[in-house]
């Protein structure tokens, strides 16, 4: 199919697409109507209820938390793909002493950069925590937080070299994380359906509304949530920056001679 | 004011499409795809909406009238799924570039030979 073809196919369908659109946006509540009942309800039941303030998270971990599992073992099922993507192949090897030209100025990572993702690293990292830890009080918790101390590694890398990111994370460690996170969420729902008679209810003192510790298990979930998306975020890291920085393929055997 | 959220949505759809038909760049590609998953971002936030409402957060305010929080949940649930199909798109493409030494989408019809 040449471009042109393709186009013109694409201007057809894009229009036929349009039409569909356009129809459905024609039955779309006006904006800023007076909104759905169920939202409503959910909004005015969180704090009194779960003692959670920021609904979403009420959403997300207490009246949708099933959902939220799902969304978590999709995240890990990606993870577990792109790490057996970015896999060695059998005509690939490790190559850390990788410049074949030798000779030539290299320009180093420069001062200004390595001391600022330095100092850069701790303030990160203490963000992360406070993001997950107060995800059932203000817009957060563990996805966005671990997302954030994900980032704290990363400057560690831009900071410092591969092998040291690598020599600070290996690999197991941070698999035993995710893994742990993921389960936790698992073991966390399940205390829910033996104390409280269905999965992921609602476990744990509810405590004083505002307070860190309060809204009973779902902090637990958040520190899971964290865990999880934070060590998969680690994998995805090292398993791209190994596949560019490490990974290099065999010559063709008969090419050269000598590799 | 209205109409601007559902047509910033639907501007992204068509925008994120016509780049993917259009690209010349793997790597360019998994950003169209990107921005067109940004218009189910923008749709369930103003389906969500409500004229003269604030963010479903009560810690400070207890009481006053919020935004469809669930329409919001299934925004973060939408990011989450955005960010694992550009990471595992991405990685196809990282092998793509190391088998065939080529970013151009136009030279993959090779590659079942």
Same mark, same amino acid.
């Given at each position: 199919?040449?471009?042109?073809?393709?186009?013109?196919? +694409?201007?057809?369908?894009?229009?036929?697409?349009?039409?569909?659109?356009?129809?459905? %946006?024609?039955?779309?509540?006006? %904006?800023?109507?007076?909104?759905?009942?169920?939202?409503?309800?959910?909004?005015?039941?969180?704090?009194?209820?779960?003692?959670?303030?920021?609904?979403?998270?009420?959403?997300? %971990?207490?009246?949708?938390?099933?959902?939220?599992?799902?969304?978590?073992?999709? %995240?890990?099922?990606?993870?577990?793909?792109?790490?057996?993507?970015?896999?060695?192949?059998?005509?690939?090897?490790?190559?850390?002493? *990788?410049?074949?030209?030798?000779?030539?100025?290299?320009?180093?990572?420069?001062?200004?950069?390595?001391?600022?993702?330095?100092?850069?690293?701790?303030?990160?990292?203490? +963000? &992360?925590?406070?993001?997950?830890?107060?995800?059932?009080?203000?817009? #957060?918790?563990?996805?966005?937080?671990?997302?954030?101390?994900?980032?704290?590694?990363?400057?560690?890398?831009?900071?410092?070299?591969?092998?040291?990111?690598?020599?600070?994370?290996?690999?197991?460690?941070?698999?035993?994380?995710?893994?742990?996170?993921?389960?936790? +969420?698992?073991?966390?729902?399940?205390?829910?359906?033996?104390?409280?008679?269905?999965?992921?209810?609602?476990?744990?003192?509810?405590?004083?509304?505002?307070?860190?510790?309060?809204?009973?298990?779902?902090?637990?979930?958040?520190? *899971?949530? #964290?865990?999880?998306? #934070?060590? &998969?975020?680690?994998?995805?890291?090292?398993?791209?920056?190994?596949?560019?920085?490490?990974?290099?393929?065999?010559?063709?055997?008969?090419? *050269?001679?000598?590799? | 004011?209205?109409?601007?959220?559902?047509?910033?949505?639907?501007?992204?759809?068509?925008?994120?499409?016509?780049?993917?038909?259009?690209?010349?760049?793997?790597? @360019?590609?998994?950003?169209?795809?990107?921005?067109?998953?940004?218009?189910?971002?923008?749709?369930? !936030?103003?389906?969500?909406?409500?004229?003269?409402? !604030?963010?479903?957060?009560?810690?400070?305010?207890?009481?006053?009238?919020? !935004?469809?929080?669930?329409?919001?949940?299934?925004?973060?649930? =939408? !990011?989450?799924?955005?960010?694992?199909?550009?990471?595992?798109?991405?990685?196809?493409?990282?092998?793509? @570039?190391?088998?065939?030494?080529?970013? =151009?989408? =136009?030279?993959?019809? =090779?590659?079942?030979?």
């Amino acid at each position: 199919m040449t471009r042109r073809t393709r186009l013109r196919l +694409f201007l057809v369908s894009a229009a036929v697409l349009a039409v569909v659109v356009l129809a459905g %946006f024609g039955e779309l509540p006006a %904006f800023g109507h007076p909104g759905a009942t169920f939202g409503a309800v959910l909004n005015a039941l969180s704090v009194p209820q779960r003692h959670i303030t920021d609904v979403v998270t009420a959403v997300n %971990f207490t009246y949708r938390g099933v959902d939220t599992l799902a969304e978590e073992f999709i %995240f890990f099922a990606a993870v577990t793909a792109v790490v057996l993507l970015l896999a060695p192949g059998d005509d690939e090897h490790a190559d850390h002493a *990788s410049d074949a030209a030798t000779g030539r100025w290299v320009p180093q990572t420069s001062d200004a950069v390595r001391v600022l993702a330095l100092a850069l690293v701790g303030p990160t990292i203490l +963000f &992360g925590l406070y993001i997950v830890a107060h995800g059932h009080l203000t817009p #957060g918790g563990g996805f966005q937080g671990g997302v954030v101390l994900a980032t704290g590694v990363l400057l560690v890398y831009l900071a410092g070299e591969y092998t040291h990111l690598h020599g600070l994370y290996p690999d197991t460690v941070v698999e035993g994380i995710e893994l742990g996170g993921a389960s936790a +969420f698992v073991v966390i729902g399940l205390i829910g359906l033996a104390v409280g008679g269905t999965f992921l209810a609602t476990w744990g003192p509810l405590g004083q509304v505002g307070q860190l510790n309060s809204a009973g298990n779902v902090p637990l979930l958040n520190v *899971s949530v #964290g865990a999880e998306i #934070g060590a &998969g975020f680690v994998l995805l890291l090292s398993a791209f920056l190994r596949q560019t920085i490490v990974l290099r393929r065999h010559p063709p055997a008969n090419a *050269s001679g000598s590799a | 004011m209205s109409v601007l959220a559902y047509g910033v949505a639907a501007w992204l759809l068509f925008v994120g499409l016509w780049g993917i038909v259009q690209s010349r760049n793997l790597v @360019h590609l998994v950003i169209c795809l990107a921005v067109v998953q940004a218009a189910t971002y923008v749709l369930l !936030v103003a389906i969500g909406y409500r004229a003269g409402a !604030v963010a479903p957060v009560f810690a400070v305010r207890l009481g006053t009238v919020a !935004v469809d929080p669930v329409v919001q949940a299934l925004c973060l649930t =939408d !990011v989450v799924v955005g960010t694992t199909v550009t990471a595992l798109l991405l990685a196809l493409v990282v092998q793509i @570039h190391k088998r065939t030494g080529s970013l =151009d989408p =136009d030279s993959l019809r =090779d590659l079942g030979e």
